[in-house]
Each structure stands twice: as C-alpha cells, then as structure tokens.
C-alpha cells in the first residue's frame, strides 16, 4: 500500500488532492477528520489534481479547503479523478452564487 500520496485541505472536504502522481488501481491511505482513511484510486491521479474520498451524486457540491469549488455534473465514485469532465466550477458565475452557500 502506498501512503501519503494525498491530502485534504479541511474537515468537511469530500475530495483529496494529491502530493504527488497517483498511478490507477493504487491504494491509498491519507489523514481525514483526525483518522487513517483508505481509498482505491481508480483513475491515474496527477500532482496536485484531485480525487473523490467519498460518494458524490450529480448536482451535489464538491468541497476543497471547506469551500463549495464546484457541482458534480456527474456521479462520481470514491477514487475518480474530479477535473472538469465532471466537475462545473461556481466560483465567479454571477448565476451560480446562491447554490454556492
């Protein structure tokens, strides 16, 4: 098992970010609320990209450093890669900021 290949930012997030290259199919642990988690990594995971700790269904937000960064267009699984073929950013659209709180 290779350790520490990620991190999360705040309590509350549901996705890590990784601290170096994940390769597809690697299991992981990293430190989330205070414990030891272990997470299938199901897609090749880049520095600094991230990756889902926890279920989240199309239209539910994703949260990085505490902070709503982003909508699931999509469901996404624990261990997939979030980027923008399933994540739609918030952050600036004047027609998205309600859903943001």
Not at 60 to 89: F, P, R, S
């Amino acid at each position: 098992m290779n350790t520490f290949q990620a991190v999360t930012m705040n309590e509350n997030d549901n996705v890590a970010v990784a601290i170096k290259d994940i390769a597809k199919n690697s299991a992981i642990e990293l430190n989330h609320q205070n414990k030891t988690i272990r997470v299938l990594v199901v897609d090749d995971i880049e520095f600094g990209h991230k990756f889902s700790i926890l279920p989240i269904k199309k239209g539910e937000n994703i949260l990085k450093y505490g902070e709503v960064i982003g909508v699931a267009t999509i469901d996404i699984c624990i261990g997939e890669h979030v980027h923008i073929h399933n994540l739609e950013g918030i952050r600036g659209r004047g027609d998205r900021v309600e859903q943001s709180r």
